[in-house]
């Protein structure tokens, strides 16, 4: 039988552009897709990391799968990236995989496993039936691991890791003055590690989601509300990935605090380094960010790729990150908002309680004390891989600049060897010159194209791929309609800011609404400032959820183009001001009402959806433009409330509903606020933050 051993490590192919990273796709489990794995991997893989992986890392997807029980040995040994792969130069999860073990899963269905990775339904090929699919060996080992998560397994491993990575972080030798053959082989030690942790960290992820799937289920058919899940687990504290922003924000104020080192940050971001050491009344805050690198310093934009800068080795990183953290407005203190958030989680908690028998009431415990555990635990088990990451970068980046001083090559030049041409590649940098040069620009000429989300069988041609250098010539008409998945619930309003690279999150600050891409760790220190977030892709496992939760952001999630259709805020004229706003809109309620600037919102049994209100400008921008977005339900929208609109299209589906784009929506809701304004009282916004 094939065994993972028997390919090689990693395959150089063309497929278009010269010879790059690109595995092979499983004909048995054929659609893959960039949900979650473009959160981790948001850029193109390099060569030297890519193939160091596989040649020493081994097949964590695979070993975590058959230690669940669902699925069997000889589905997972297929001669193909059946888990996970690189396609194209981009990471991809298998959808495929995930939906046959919905299949096996009882109680679990393909439309909540497709909204997990794609945040919608529709975005990807529909599944198609094997007789396979169905195994009810695979279905009893994997009730009898689901139960077992409950019980708390693996949770204990959390800490053996932990204790497992400080120790190899503590032996780490002087990189400097270290043998280039050291350098080699504590990379050589790390990364077997490393795939075997990373191992227990998609079992960890795996409990998270059971953990809240549990607690789903059983807010749902023991107090009549599936999405109260989510709010119980809003501010349970002691978030490693929220912990970041918890510092930056004591940077900001130490900043704001001090008239001499504001000045250093209003004259911008360039150089701003080297004045802040230049200045006599910075050395405090230069203290506190050298202890803050210290701790964080692993954490970063593709913070899992070892070849990329993070903020300890680009300051310049978490220094914007600081500038925006010092001109937010005191009251957005996370630590305010978390022990905000602790008080309301327990009167949640507490008026579930109350509604519960004895039994039902040990069965919510264990499934909410399940949700919180594995969430903290996924988070920590995250960080402690990063760190080691970081490890093996800085040992590498040291080997790299030997190497490149040596030859009069490029410091980077080592990321595009593959790990197999290591030793040669050491003896004759130079020699390696052409090849390093074509796989650079390979990489280059595939970072300018946007990969499919989601792909079957083969990957698309890339002379079919989207170019990110496009200009947006459709943006968001008035009155369009987008849709997403709800993160965090909550109410906020605020001017649009698009950011499509958190070191360049630009004049982001206090009444914005950030509006990303995708969201890694590194991201979430801007979420701090803002009053809500918007992202283009992710599911409600995803960072950009479970720290919004954290600090009590409404966050609405996979509202699909978001950052390229809702233009960036910018001075207007229209309907709600002078600006062009942004407004979003969570509900927690099946009956909610909001009255704003421009109308009334109707929200009976709204999901999750983003309407853009607003006249466009001759120039193009939006005035007054309005972004609202209200969490799903699960319950068909009155048909009524589109009888307004001739175009309107009502959809039914889990986690996203297209409402229709409502062109007449501030007239529609300006009559609907006449007629029931009068109905609604003061106080019917059922506790909205």
């Known amino acids: 039988m094939f065994t993972p051993a028997d390919r090689p490590a990693v395959e150089l192919v063309d497929f278009g552009l010269g010879p790059y990273v690109h595995g092979t796709p499983s004909r048995r489990f054929p659609v893959y897709t960039r949900g979650n794995s473009g959160e981790v991997y948001p850029q193109v893989v390099f060569p030297f990391s890519a193939s160091l992986s596989a040649a020493l890392g081994g097949d964590p997807a695979r070993d975590a799968m058959l230690a669940t029980g669902v ?85 204990d491993q959390v800490d053996g890791d932990r204790a497992e990575v400080d120790a190899w972080l503590a032996a780490l030798p002087d990189f400097g003055t270290a043998t280039d053959d050291e350098l080699v082989a504590l990379v050589e030690q790390a990364f077997p590690m490393l795939g075997r942790l990373f191992g227990n960290h998609l079992l960890v992820t795996g409990g998270a989601g059971i953990g809240l799937a549990l607690l789903r289920r059983a807010c749902e058919q023991r107090l009549g509300d599936g999405d109260l899940a989510l709010r119980l687990l809003a501010g349970i504290g002691d978030v490693a990935s929220a912990t970041p922003s918890f510092d930056l924000w004591d940077l900001g104020r130490q900043v704001a605090a001090s008239p001499e ?7 911008g971001l360039d150089g701003l380094e080297d004045r802040l050491r230049a200045e006599p009344s910075a050395a405090g805050f230069l203290d506190a960010f050298e202890a803050f690198l210290g701790r964080h310093g692993a954490r970063g934009p593709n913070e899992w790729e070892v070849a990329c800068e993070v903020w300890g080795t680009d300051h310049a990183l978490p220094l914007a990150l600081v500038d925006r953290m010092r001109v937010a407005d005191p009251g957005q203190s996370p630590v305010e908002r978390s022990a905000r958030l602790a008080g309301e989680r327990e009167a949640l908690l507490a008026e579930a309680r109350s509604r519960l028998g004895r039994l039902h009431r040990r069965w919510f415990e264990r499934c909410l004390r399940c949700a919180e555990s594995y969430s903290r635990a996924r988070e920590a088990d995250k960080t402690l891989l990063v760190e080691l990451i970081h490890g093996c970068r800085l040992a590498l980046r040291e080997l790299g600049r030997r190497l490149a001083d040596r030859s009069g090559g490029a410091r980077d030049d080592l990321w595009y060897v ?73 109410v906020a309003r605020g001017r649009a800011r698009v950011v499509t690279d958190p070191a360049q999150p630009g004049e982001l600050g206090p009444g914005d609404v950030l509006v990303a891409p995708i969201t890694d760790p590194s991201w979430t220190p801007l979420f701090v400032p803002v009053e809500a977030v918007v992202v283009d892709v992710g599911g409600q496992m995803s960072h950009a959820v479970i720290v919004a939760r954290e600090l009590g952001l409404p966050c609405v999630v996979s509202v699909t183009g978001a950052t390229t259709s809702i233009p960036d805020g910018a001075p207007g004229v229209g309907g709600l001001g002078d600006e062009a706003l942004l407004e979003v809109l969570v509900g927690q309620a099946e009956h909610d009402v909001h009255v704003r600037a421009g109308g009334l919102v109707d929200r009976r049994a709204v999901p999750a959806v983003a309407a853009v209100d607003g006249g466009v400008q001759q120039a193009g921008t939006f005035g007054g433009a309005a972004l609202e977005l209200v969490e799903a339900t699960g319950v068909d929208h009155p048909a009524e409330d589109l009888a307004h609109h001739p175009d309107g299209e009502h959809r039914r589906g889990v986690g996203q509903r297209v409402v229709g784009v409502l062109d007449g929506v501030v007239e529609r809701r300006r009559e609907v606020a006449a007629r029931t304004a009068e109905q609604v009282a003061p106080d019917d916004h059922h506790g909205h933050a």
């Open 71 to 155: 699925m069997t040995a000889a589905e997972c040994d297929e001669d193909a990236d059946v888990h996970m792969g690189v396609f194209g130069g981009y990471t991809y999860l298998n959808l495929s995989v995930t939906r046959v073990v919905a299949i096996r899963t009882p109680g679990a269905t393909l439309a909540e496993t497709d909204a997990t990775y794609l945040g919608a339904e529709g975005v990807a090929p529909p599944h198609e039936p094997r007789r396979d699919d169905r195994n009810l060996r695979a279905t009893l080992r994997g009730v009898r691991y689901g139960f077992s998560i409950l019980g708390g397994r693996g949770l």
């Open 261 to 267: 080192v504001t000045a250093c940050f209003d004259a």
């Open 418 to 490: 593959l790990y197999e041409e290591l030793d040669d590649y050491r003896r004759d940098p130079a020699a390696f010159a052409g090849v390093v040069a074509s796989r650079r620009r390979t990489r280059d000429d595939l970072s300018a194209l946007v990969p499919p989300f989601v792909f079957s069988g083969d990957l698309p041609p890339v002379a079919t791929w989207d170019r990110r250098d496009l200009p947006v010539v459709d943006p968001v008409a008035a009155g369009a309609v987008l849709t997403g998945i709800p993160g965090g619930p909550g």
